[in-house]
């Protein structure tokens, strides 16, 4: 008998064995593509064979890019532990991580993201987009600085996120900002539904989009880095698309320039990237990242958005890739640029009058009162 420890919720189950991972993972119900498998250090593909006396975690990691029968790495011909359907191909352990970092090189050089003389703010949350990103660009030379923001403290959660993202920079020695908002902004993120109206995931995405530009503005970093994937990218985008938010649209890109206003350049350079493979490079690097997710996340509308792209991308892999890279290159260029206008209340650009967040925490304090 083999033992299995799934995640999120945490339970455990015993299987017989030994048997095929996909068998397991049909039997047990579970979408490859939305999963990491592991045994001790190693991540198994799905036509390698849990042993009787295995201890196997199956690690969700909502999306993903992988599912074939390519058990050999495609670069050196080893065994490959990772396959990715939309490239057509396995890769062993050291090829994928090499693969990782030329994606994310490409993104940098391609876009011009960053100059090698930048102080770059990243963005950090705990979790594995954010920890990746933060280490593929510690490796690959840059000068960063972590930024972390505590959304609320009176719940197991958040506490845990901020002990996974210090370990991290304690290991590389690397400096970590660590920002209250309730010391910052005198409020936390779950009372601001109950008193704007605004759902959860919504005013949480708008207080820390706000907080790291006016951190990164204030502090003088020259680029925000954000680890932002291409699940994310592409499920951001199908709910512009559905509602035909052009402002949005517009300024949906891998690269925000720095403006007048006191926005600083804004990065994306893990947007090549699914989540599926951000997850298996923290896994390989051995990067300790937050698996649990948040426990306000449901009603999350992105989640949705994310489902009903990976049921297309199931069928026909690369799905994703196509919607997402081809908007950048054919239908963005096509779409005007709203004027913006600095913020009267926070100086921060907007297309409209006062802007989204200070929109949002005047109604907030009103209601409070
Ligand atoms: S799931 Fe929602 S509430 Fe939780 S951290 Fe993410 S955006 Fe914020
Ligand atoms: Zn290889
Ligand atoms: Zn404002």
């Given at each position: 008998?083999?033992?299995?420890?799934?995640?999120?919720?945490?339970?455990?189950?015993?299987?017989?064995?030994?048997?095929?991972?996909?068998?397991?993972?049909?039997?047990?119900?579970?979408?490859?593509?939305?999963?990491?498998?592991?045994?001790?250090?190693?991540?198994?593909?799905?036509?390698?064979?849990?042993?009787?006396?295995?201890?196997?975690?199956?690690?969700?990691?909502?999306?993903?890019?992988?599912?074939?029968?390519?058990?050999?790495?495609?670069?050196?011909?080893?065994?490959?532990?990772?396959?990715?359907?939309?490239?057509?191909?396995?890769?062993?352990?050291?090829?994928?991580?090499?693969?990782?970092?030329?994606?994310?090189?490409?993104?940098?050089?391609?876009?011009?993201?960053?100059?090698?003389?930048?102080?770059?703010?990243?963005?950090?949350?705990?979790?594995?987009?954010?920890?990746?990103?933060?280490?593929?660009?510690i490796e690959l030379g840059y000068d960063t600085t972590g930024y972390h923001i505590v959304l609320w403290t009176d719940e197991e959660y958040a506490p845990e996120s901020l002990r996974y993202t210090q370990a991290f920079a304690d290991e590389r020695g690397v400096k970590?900002?660590?920002?209250?908002?309730?010391?910052?902004?005198?409020?936390?993120?779950?009372?601001?539904?109950?008193?704007?109206?605004?759902?959860?995931?919504?005013?949480?995405?708008?207080?820390?989009?706000?907080?790291?530009?006016?951190?990164?503005?204030?502090?003088?970093?020259?680029?925000?880095?954000?680890?932002?994937?291409?699940?994310?990218?592409?499920?951001?985008?199908?709910?512009?698309?559905?509602?035909?938010?052009?402002?949005?649209?517009?300024?949906?890109?891998?690269v925000l320039p720095a403006t007048d206003e006191g926005f600083v350049k804004k990065v994306k350079p893990l947007f090549r990237l699914s989540e599926r493979e951000t997850a298996a490079y923290a896994f390989l690097k051995k990067i300790d990242y937050q698996v649990e997710?948040?426990?306000?996340?449901?009603?999350?509308?992105?989640?949705?958005?994310?489902?009903?792209?990976?049921?297309?991308?199931?069928?026909?892999?690369?799905?994703?890739?196509?919607?997402?890279?081809?908007?950048?290159?054919?239908?963005?260029?096509?779409?005007?640029?709203?004027?913006?206008?600095?913020?009267?209340?926070?100086?921060?650009?907007?297309?409209?009058?006062?802007?989204?967040?200070?929109?949002?925490?005047?109604?907030?304090?009103?209601?409070?009162?």
């Amino acid at each position: 008998m083999a033992r299995i420890v799934l995640r999120n919720p945490r339970r455990e189950v015993t299987i017989d064995a030994p048997k095929r991972v996909k068998v397991v993972l049909r039997e047990l119900d579970l979408d490859p593509d939305a999963v990491l498998v592991i045994r001790g250090e190693d991540l198994l593909t799905r036509e390698d064979v849990i042993g009787s006396d295995d201890d196997i975690e199956i690690r969700p990691v909502i999306s993903g890019g992988a599912v074939g029968t390519h058990t050999k790495c495609r670069r050196c011909g080893g065994r490959g532990v990772i396959e990715l359907r939309r490239h057509n191909a396995a890769f062993c352990k050291e090829c994928f991580l090499h693969f990782f970092r030329e994606q994310v090189k490409r993104a940098v050089e391609h876009e011009q993201m960053l100059d090698r003389t930048d102080r770059v703010l990243v963005a950090v949350s705990g979790g594995k987009d954010s920890l990746a990103l933060w280490d593929v660009l510690i490796e690959l030379g840059y000068d960063t600085t972590g930024y972390h923001i505590v959304l609320w403290t009176d719940e197991e959660y958040a506490p845990e996120s901020l002990r996974y993202t210090q370990a991290f920079a304690d290991e590389r020695g690397v400096k970590l900002i660590v920002c209250d908002i309730r010391e910052e902004l005198g409020f936390t993120i779950p009372e601001l539904p109950k008193t704007t109206g605004r759902p959860t995931c919504g005013a949480c995405g708008l207080t820390k989009r706000h907080q790291i530009s006016k951190a990164a503005y204030d502090l003088g970093f020259d680029v925000v880095a954000i680890g932002h994937n291409l699940d994310d990218e592409a499920a951001v985008l199908l709910g512009n698309v559905l509602r035909w938010d052009t402002d949005y649209l517009a300024r949906q890109a891998p690269v925000l320039p720095a403006t007048d206003e006191g926005f600083v350049k804004k990065v994306k350079p893990l947007f090549r990237l699914s989540e599926r493979e951000t997850a298996a490079y923290a896994f390989l690097k051995k990067i300790d990242y937050q698996v649990e997710e948040c426990p306000l996340v449901a009603g999350n509308t992105q989640l949705k958005y994310k489902a009903a792209l990976d049921l297309l991308e199931r069928d026909a892999p690369g799905t994703k890739a196509a919607f997402y890279l081809t908007f950048l290159d054919r239908a963005k260029p096509a779409i005007a640029k709203p004027e913006m206008h600095p913020c009267p209340a926070c100086g921060m650009p907007t297309p409209g009058e006062t802007c989204a967040f200070c929109k949002m925490t005047q109604v907030h304090i009103k209601r409070k009162r």
